[in-house]
């Protein structure tokens, strides 16, 4: 079983359709982290959280410790949205290193 | 803006050659990070380095080793390409332990 798992690994959705992309992890973490990926290959970090919820224009980023999950949501969705989703969770014993997830392929079409 | 760059962004070798990829980061990170990124297996730490001349294997080291004599340098080397290094190579850097990582743009390299 992996360490961190996504869901849906694709995701097709019309243009303001709100979307939601899931992480479970089995390991313990100090914070989550949610990047995107676009064509072409460049990371941006979106998020850094280590509890309860954050906030970005349209992206909204939840956590729950205990359950160990997260959730990414994008209200209004737009074909510019369209990219990999990709989360991550630092192992305890080295903080700096981090697990990622497979990634979540998301299509917003127009 | 924290700038992360890479020296290509596409590389086309053979097999049995020395490569160099490198790394620059403008902001006095600490830490920097070398990944590979394959189709199905996601991002995958090679080796990192939390400060100038220091270095920790990864999850993947076996073929890759790393030099970092400037802070802001972090250089992976394949010693002896093969084909199955042929893959996205990902650098990254952070500040602290727990910060947020700043990625570079990739490079895509291909071992023929």
């Known amino acids: 079983k992996n360490e961190v798992e996504q869901s849906p690994q694709n995701l097709t959705a019309q243009e303001g359709e709100f979307i939601t992309i899931n992480c479970s992890y089995s390991?313990?973490?100090?914070?989550l982290h949610w990047l995107q990926q676009h064509p072409g290959g460049g990371i941006v970090s979106l998020f850094m959280?280590?509890?309860g919820k954050k906030k970005h224009g349209r992206l909204i980023a939840t956590i729950n410790i205990q359950e160990k999950h997260s959730s990414l949501h994008i209200t209004a969705s737009h074909p510019r949205d369209s990219a990999v989703y990709i989360c991550?969770?630092?192992?305890?014993?080295?903080?700096?290193?981090?697990?990622f997830g497979q990634g979540t392929r998301l299509t917003i079409n127009p | 803006d924290v700038k992360v760059t890479q020296s290509s962004r596409y590389l086309v070798k053979r097999t049995g050659e020395k490569v160099f990829l490198e790394c620059v980061q403008d902001?006095?990170?600490?830490?920097m990070f070398w990944y590979r990124q394959d189709p199905g297996l996601g991002l995958r730490l090679i080796y990192f380095?939390?400060?100038?001349?220091?270095?920790e294997k990864g999850d993947i080291p076996e073929g890759y080793s790393v030099s970092r004599e400037k802070k802001e340098r972090f250089s992976l080397i394949l010693e002896s390409a093969s084909t199955n290094q042929t893959s996205m190579y990902l650098c990254?850097?952070?500040?602290?332990?727990?910060?947020?990582?700043?990625f570079g743009p990739g490079t895509r390299l291909l071992v023929l």
């Open positions: 990254a850097s952070s500040f602290g332990s727990k910060e947020t990582q700043y």
């Open positions: 390991v313990g973490i100090s914070a």
């Open positions: 959280l280590s509890s």
């Open positions: 991550a969770v630092p192992l305890l014993q080295g903080a700096q290193k981090l697990v």
């Open positions: 902001m006095d990170h600490e830490n």
């Open positions: 380095s939390y400060d100038v001349k220091m270095k």
